[in-house]
């Protein structure tokens, strides 16, 4: 597929200090993708250059093959045929469902404004809803006025900034299913900027994860998983803790849990950190291997074990929460790693 959008070596900064540092990445058309970070790793700033409220000290982002902002300025946020949704909604309070989404349009014919505001309504689930206001809709409703404002002038790229943090976990978890399959119905290429992994995970065609201004790994949302690039990727998504290792003969690493196989080009002798999730940990209760619990933490369906090894070092299992274990029991476990995580100590 052609590249929609290009950020080619992006820098910003905040009166002295650098938010964005020499950042790039391909967004192409149709595609769905998230940035990823911590609070106050530039993420937002990215979306700020690419919408056009953030100029740029360095780099350009072009849009459909067109240059839309470099160093030197660029067009203005209404040229740039994108749409934006913001945190907080950004409804008009004292404009009805339907003036709101009309908002977005320009220039168009009373009627044909009409059709559209009712067609993108009916898409996003709040069809009858057109002479509401928004005090009158609950926290998705509003979600989803907002989404379908942004969506009614047809644009090029959506950007979404935090769109789901002020929402209940349960709502979240909804809404967030029923918008990506939303863009992905109409074809929509979108960006999305989020601290929250799922989030990110279910808008994840591409994964970029930020670190003080610049992306360590830009990837499948598996990827990012399950082949972290660098140690802090490793650490910041999902779960987990690191083992120690060293490197022996036959390309493998002995740690207290087991010898692995997949030494990752290391020589023999090198000291290395091990990847551990909890879902690498498997109770059993006729292994003859067994460490202790010293944390659990009830998840519903699932338990988080954290458990301590004979050394003191400490894992992490998950465990179906019919098999409920007091703080303080030995547990049965089994080492069952499908990609195997190494880095040097």
């Not at 090198?270 to 202790?292: E, F, M, Q, W, Y």
């Not at 699932?302 to 050394?311: C, E, F, K």
Request: proline share 5%.
């Amino acid at each position: 597929m052609p590249a929609l959008l290009e950020v080619r070596g992006i820098s910003c900064r905040y009166e002295r200090r650098a938010a964005v540092v020499d950042t790039s990445f391909t967004l192409e058309q149709g595609m769905v993708a998230s940035l990823l970070g911590p609070s106050g790793c530039g993420k937002t700033t990215v979306l700020r250059a690419i919408a056009g409220f953030q100029a740029l000290d360095a780099g350009s982002i072009h849009l459909s093959g067109h240059c839309i902002a470099d160093r030197r300025g660029g067009l203005p946020p209404e040229r740039r045929k994108l749409s934006m949704v913001f945190q907080d909604h950004a409804l008009f309070p004292h404009l009805s469902v339907e003036k709101n989404v009309a908002a977005g349009l320009f220039a168009r014919a009373a009627a044909e404004t009409r059709d559209i505001v009712q067609s993108i309504l009916e898409k996003v689930g709040l069809a009858g809803m057109n002479h509401r206001y928004p005090h009158e809709l609950s926290g998705g409703q509003q979600q989803r006025v907002a989404l379908a404002r942004a969506l009614a002038p047809s644009p090029q790229l959506l950007l979404m900034d935090e769109p789901f943090s002020n929402l209940d976990p349960d709502l979240r978890e909804k809404l967030r299913q029923e918008v990506y399959g939303l863009l992905q119905d109409i074809g929509a290429t979108c960006l999305l900027v989020t601290h929250d992994q799922q989030d990110a995970f279910t808008f994840g065609e591409r994964v970029g994860v930020m670190r003080d201004g610049a992306i360590e790994q830009w990837d499948t949302a598996y990827r990012v998983y399950h082949e972290p690039a660098t140690r802090f990727v490793a650490d910041f998504i999902g779960e987990g803790v690191f083992i120690d290792g060293v490197v022996s003969a036959g390309n493998r690493i002995d740690t207290e849990l087991a010898s692995l196989r997949g030494a990752a080009g290391h020589p023999p002798g090198t000291r290395v950190k091990v990847l551990i999730r909890p879902d690498d940990i498997i109770h059993d209760d006729n292994s003859p291997r067994c460490a202790t619990i010293t944390q659990r933490a009830f998840r519903g369906e699932n338990y988080l074990y954290t458990l301590a090894l004979p050394s003191g070092a400490e894992i992490l299992s998950l465990v179906p929460s019919h098999h409920n274990h007091a703080v303080g029991e030995d547990l049965g476990i089994v080492l069952d790693i499908d990609h195997l995580v190494v880095f040097p100590a």
